[in-house]
């Protein structure tokens, strides 16, 4: 049995980006970026005025209030035709392009229009430059403005449609397979009877995964024998990533091992020092990584967080491959029972600048309603027999 830290070393050493692929830059969202992108043109692309006023020379404020006659009226999208010249305006439009001459604009709101031989009355002094948003101040032709491994959100996809980027060349989304095993189980449009109970971890598996932009197919549910699961787990080494839930324990029925070892797969582990999740196997067998996780559901849940997210996020090109982790102050004293590092369903919340946690109330790796009052993981870390109340703790986010 290996430490959750190596484990989670194991996973981020052994997988590796997938190839790039292009996409519309609609579809983008959520990506990587697989290459550095360069500008094509400088931005803004002349001087642009960033205000609605009046393109003056800031010299001729200098007395103000003082009357300027106004040349020209210039519209976003319409260059000027006109240089302005000592004792002129051209009345301006946010986005439009400054005038020669002009060196200073004026907001409307400390003018005076005075509606007469296109006079208009300045009320204050401006320094030169003031308002105007210079050529090339933003980015510059030929800069690169995104780089290789950059996340693309939505102000990424502002940049790469300001640049021409489309289509863009992005790390491909892993193809993910899910097989559900035991006899137990029934399809969750399915009534289950005496005995049964219905395939929860398929669909919050794919759930989990299908938020990380994987494409997921649920492959389905298969027996507790060792042909089934045999058959569909070959059938699932099309995927980049197979994820199988159930079937790893140490029970009559538990298969899942026996299969994975019975087809050649290379074993990085089997067993993982953690709660709930203890009976977890990763491997691989030719090109597709293999995730066997335990039945119960908050383990699937909670080892698909710990070592199937930063594996799709490495496939993807992340360089920031794991949930986001933070201190915070434990609300209620905790008292360790196991020398296992646990991961709680807890509630986070800031209150006077300070992060705060509670457990919620839990009754053990079935108990998924937990999760929904939940929108982190506690760390109790191995080491520790209590948490004292104020005590600093880890927190995995989870939303």
Known sequence: ?????????????????????TVPLESALGFCLAQDVQSDIDMPPF????????????????AAPVELTVIEDIAAGHMPTKRVSRGQASRIMTGAAVPEGADAVVKFEETEDLSTNNRVKILRTIDRGRNISKRGEDMQA??????KGMPVRPQEIGILAMTGKSPVEVFSAP???????GDELVDAGSKPSVGQIRNSNGYSLSAQARRLKAEVEILGIVKDTKEEISSMLCRGLQKDILILSGGVSM???????DV???LKTQIYFEKVALRPGKPVIFGKKDKTFIFALPGNPVASFVTFELFIY????????????????????????????????????ACLRMENNTWLVSPVEWHGSADLLATTRANCLLIVREDAEKLASGQLVDVILLD
């Open 310 to 345: 930063p594996a799709i996020r490495k496939m993807m090109g992340f360089t920031t491959i794991h949930r986001t982790l933070l201190k915070a102050s434990l609300e209620t004293e905790i008292v360790v029972r196991r020398r296992r590092r646990e991961y709680r369903p």
């Open 260 to 262: 994975m070892k019975d």
């Open 251 to 257: 029970g009559e029925y538990d298969l899942v091992g």
């Open 1 to 21: 049995m290996i430490s959750v830290d190596t484990a989670i070393k194991i996973v981020a050493e052994t997988v590796t980006p997938l190839p790039p692929r």
């Open 142 to 147: 030929g800069q690169t403005v995104l780089h």
């Open 47 to 62: 001087n642009r005025s960033a205000m609605d006023g009046y393109a003056v020379i800031a010299e001729d404020t200098a």
């Open 175 to 181: 193809a993910t397979g899910i097989i559900s095993t």
